[in-house]
């Protein structure tokens, strides 16, 4: 008998006694735990990782998070494309007391522009665009009559390279347009909640802020863009084309856009939470109602291909296990696209789709959102590792700073790592 199935056969027969079968299913409110594998693919991940520098990493994240005040944190570390780690600490729901699995689903935030290069570069690869086709104006493809009354010529200069290295033209000096639908609506003369299309009638029809290509200013709406031109290029939702041409290939089934309000959230979901002092704004949606920061206040479909990705950790790590040109896993980008989004570029522009890049080859992905935190880092040693969390605090950003520090700890101190793959025992 082999070492995991020793490991597992007492285990395997604990779970039928501590959720007995009743008529095809589990009973009571096990079931939609059940229903969804979170409980018993995570009692699977624990037995298989009980001897994996455990201790060491539950103590580690445990007192980062009590530290941070977080609710609910979820990690994945993978090693040369094998998953050796996964697993949750405290709550994905506090209220219901629901503890935090590696299947629970997570809104990533701006890790959703990693989403979207990917699957702007499989257009690229594919000969549908390439990295420099113009997006506005005649020749452009966001060429539709209704965008074609443009203020700034600079515009047409616009390419989609510059669109993917935040250097469209626009800053944040006024404002992140992409939180500020009321101000576009009023502009506009339209109703809420406005859309995509709406945003880009009130981008044509004023100046952008310095020379496309120039620098690179962080921008959402150049990804909130990038979301249109898939949709026009391939003739379908932005959604069900990297559902179709990036998910899939990657063997991920659960990733999707989340929702904007509470009563919308899946089952398997986290809930968010905010700092308890946090004051309601107005909800997106032209109701006139105050939400929270979390629920109501942000379109999260609007904001789609720049931040409105839902996921869990497993998903993220067979995202990057299939885009970090490690040989271990097959690519589903060629060495060559995978090299132009991660190369450091010699004028100080921003790489494409990753937050940041470096010579030593590590590259990194934030996200950040009222109630959520994301990190991603692929390093050059075969590591790459995720963290999750469904709490946001007022250091912002800045959580993403502790978040490096305390994972780069844990994996400085590990001396092994098994030689399993959790992968193979983990069904969405």
């Known amino acids: ?88 600490y405290g709550f994905a729901n506090v209220q219901a007391q629901i503890p935090v699995t590696p299947n629970h689903l997570f809104r990533i935030a701006s890790v959703s522009k990693l989403v979207t290069a990917v ?40 390419t989609i390279r510059n669109l993917l290295n935040h250097s469209g033209g626009w800053t944040q000096n006024y404002g992140d347009l992409a939180f500020l639908p009321l101000a576009v609506a009023k502009y506009l003369d339209e109703p809420l909640p406005v859309n995509i299309d709406s945003y880009i009638r009130f981008v044509i029809s004023h100046r952008v802020h310095f020379e496309p290509g120039s620098y690179s200013a962080y921008s959402n709406l150049g990804y909130m863009i990038l979301g249109k031109v898939i949709a026009k290029v391939t003739k ?35 809930h968010y939470y905010q700092p308890e002092d946090a004051q309601p704004i107005e909800s997106f949606d032209g109701t006139g109602q105050m939400a929270s920061k979390t629920y109501g206040a942000n379109d999260i479909h609007l904001l789609g291909s720049a931040g409105g990705w839902i996921a869990s950790v497993i998903d993220l790590m067979k995202l990057v296990n299939v885009i970090d040109n490690n040989p271990a896993v097959a690519d589903i980008l060629s060495p060559g696209s995978i090299t132009e989004m991660t190369a450091v570029d010699p004028n100080g522009l921003d790489p494409l789709g990753w937050r940041g890049t470096n010579s030593n080859g590590e590259w990194w992905r934030t996200g950040t959102l009222p109630g959520s935190s994301a990190l991603i ?32 700890h844990i994996l400085m101190k590990a001396d092994h790592w098994p ?8 069904k969405n």
Do not use: C
């Open 377 to 408: 880092k692929r390093q050059p040693d075969g590591i790459s590792w995720v963290i999750l969390s469904n709490t946001s605090t007022y250091k912002g950003p800045k959580l993403a700073i502790e978040m490096d520090r305390v994972m780069s």
């Open 419 to 426: 030689d399993f793959d959790l992968f193979s025992y983990i």
């Open 1 to 88: 008998m082999s070492i995991v199935r020793y490991l597992l056969f007492p285990f395997l027969t604990l779970i039928f006694l501590l959720f007995p079968v009743k008529n095809g299913g589990l009973t009571g409110q096990n079931s939609f735990l059940a229903s969804q594998s979170s409980t018993f693919n995570q009692l699977i991940i624990n037995q298989l990782i009980a001897d994996t520098n455990n201790g060491f990493i539950d103590s580690s994240i445990e007192k980062f998070r009590e530290r941070n005040g977080l609710k609910g944190v979820a990690v994945a570390i993978v090693k040369d494309g094998r998953l050796v780690f996964a697993k949750g």
């Open 119 to 158: 699957a702007i570069m499989k257009l690229v690869e594919n000969s549908k665009i390439s990295l420099e086709s113009k997006v506005f104006g005649k020749y452009g493809i966001l060429n539709d009559p209704q965008f074609l009354q443009i203020k700034d010529p600079r515009l047409e200069k616009i």
């Open 236 to 270: 379908q939702s932005y959604e069900s084309y990297v559902q179709q041409e990036v998910l899939k290939p990657a063997g991920i089934t659960n990733m999707q856009l989340g929702n904007s309000f509470e009563s919308e959230a899946l089952p398997i979901e986290a």
